[in-house]
């Protein structure tokens, strides 16, 4: 591509970008909270960003550089720092929890003998109650409050292991055990694992490690929908910090996803201050989260669930969008991305009414749909196209499946007869029409991919069109395990009655 092309689809993205921001930030939603902040990045590079109102109520405005405080998104940095440790050998997730935090013992599902590992609470699945409100409050009690009420006892909500309940709580364990292993305060080890390598300069774990001249949002609270505000002190950083304390700015923040979501390209090269498998395991999906607790206007989801300090959504048109809110009084944080096209949304308030989720949600599904992203980029195996690329040869050629038993899992000509295949392809080309004999090179007509293993591609005929699909065997030599060829439906796109998936926007990376 040109650089003046390049130029052209950047110039139009940020336009795209742009025009969400545009349509979402309407005059009810800037007046819930004194000053705000939306950014939407790409690749880690905010292309469109849309400030508004005074950070402090003191005639200074907004700017891209004010810090606001983001909460739970501080989990993230939180999990990373853990799984740098479990990395290292250092930590083990999977170990009762109470090799690191004795308190831990008095944890009970009434009679169970119950085991809590990091891994459970990192996740959310330790039956431990929800507790945001109560969280909130307690963000700066002291180690020791905290471990006399966790040493009292805490009964569980749920069998651990099988219920998603969000608890602050849990997963400040994960700092305790980090400081149990290492002897530091955890907040200094996730600055000098991950805040320091990355480059994350406005990014601290309270407001006193500021300037005095620093841009710094205060918190308002308002409850009357932003008619009037008063103040609101930050709530302080103690024991249960290291999940919600985090200060940050907009490009920080746009590092920070880009770090994380850049770990699914399997062409990007350096893992960082941790390595890219660990930071996919952060955004896999380890305990299910109920559908109706994501639903949005809009959206289908088909999936969603909480991985490592993470929230995950599996978005029927998109894929994979990868997410975390934050809510502290006085303040409303949002990150969410999506990785197949690098495009994230960040969004902060100083108004713990300003609904920085809702935001962020709209404006991240306005670009993508300008944009007609992706929902995942696939490559395919050689072989995977080798034996797609040989069978759209038979089929042009009017040969059978079994001139290329080389090719072939023993299966395939079991489950269907050679005989039986042709039979089938002559009814649908006697509906289509031949092969057109001008179609164009196999690569150009590749429609998608589920996996490395599988290919989907487009046989154009006379009077319509066949799709086939492959799917191979994932051997030293693949093999073909499976085909089909179907009469395309009106769209060219898809097999006739198949019900739209997200795979169909899958998108094959150049061959």
């Not at 909500?157 to 002897?183: D, Q």
């Not at 959504?313 to 809110?325: P, Q, S, W």
């Not at 809510?327 to 949002?334: A, E, R």
């Amino acid at each position: 591509m040109s650089d003046t092309s390049t130029s052209t689809v950047d110039d139009l993205l940020e336009s795209h970008a742009r025009d969400a921001l545009a349509e979402r930030l309407d005059a009810p939603t800037l007046r819930r909270s004194p000053a705000s902040i939306a950014a939407v990045v790409h690749d880690g590079r905010i292309i469109a960003m849309s400030a508004h109102g005074e950070p402090r109520r003191d005639g200074a405005p907004t700017s891209r550089g004010t810090v606001f405080r983001i909460a739970s998104m501080s989990k993230s940095f939180l999990a990373a720092a853990a799984l740098s440790l479990r990395d290292e050998g250092v930590l083990d997730l999977h170990a009762p929890a109470t090799e690191y935090v004795p308190e831990l013992a008095g944890a009970r599902f009434g009679d169970d003998d119950t085991v809590l590992t990091l891994d459970a609470l990192l996740s959310n699945r330790a039956g431990l109650a929800e507790d945001n409100p109560w969280g909130d409050e307690h963000l700066g009690s002291s180690r020791a409050e905290i471990a006399a009420l966790v040493a009292a006892g805490l009964p569980l909500a749920a069998l651990p292991g099988t219920e998603y309940h969000y608890s602050n709580l849990g997963i400040s364990f994960l700092g305790r055990a980090i400081e149990a292993v290492t002897g530091r305060a955890v907040e200094d080890v996730v600055r000098e694992r991950l805040i320091e390598p990355l480059g994350l300069h406005d990014t601290r774990a309270d407001a006193g490690l500021y300037d005095g001249d620093a841009d710094l949002a205060a918190g308002f609270r308002t409850f009357d929908d932003g008619l009037a505000f008063a103040p609101e002190p930050y709530v302080g950083s103690g024991a249960l910090a290291c999940i919600g304390s985090l200060f940050s700015t907009v490009d920080d923040i746009a590092t920070w996803m880009h770090f994380l979501g850049s770990a699914f390209d399997d062409t990007t090269t350096g893992a960082g201050p941790l390595r890219a498998a660990s930071r996919r395991e952060m955004q896999t999906v380890r305990t299910m989260v109920p559908l109706s607790e994501r639903a949005s206007a809009g959206r289908e989801l088909d999936g969603a669930g909480y991985g490592y300090g993470l929230v995950v959504e599996h978005d029927r048109r998109f894929g994979r969008i990868v997410l975390h809110a934050g809510g502290l009084p006085g303040f409303s944080s949002h990150m969410r991305w999506h990785p197949a096209s690098g495009l994230g949304v960040v969004v902060f308030g100083n108004s713990d009414s300003y609904g920085a989720g809702a935001i962020a949600v709209d404006v991240l599904q306005g670009v993508l749909a300008r944009t007609d992203a992706p929902a995942a980029i696939v490559r395919p195996w050689p072989a995977t196209l080798a034996a797609a690329a040989r069978i759209d040869a038979l089929i042009a050629e009017g040969r059978p499946l079994s001139a290329a038993p080389d090719l072939l899992a023993r299966n395939v000509l079991r489950d269907v007869p050679d005989e039986v295949r042709r039979r089938r392809l002559s009814e649908a080309l006697a509906e289509t029409g031949p092969v057109r004999a001008d179609a164009a090179p196999f690569a150009a007509r590749v429609l998608s991919a589920a996996d490395r293993s599988s290919l989907r591609w487009v046989v154009p005929c006379e009077r319509g069109a066949l799709v086939c699909d492959v799917h191979l065997m994932g051997l030293r030599e693949p093999l073909v395990q499976e085909l089909s060829v179907q009469v395309a439906d009106a769209s060219g796109m898809r097999p006739r009655g198949e019900a739209a998936r997200v795979t169909d926007h899958f998108r094959v990376a150049p061959l």
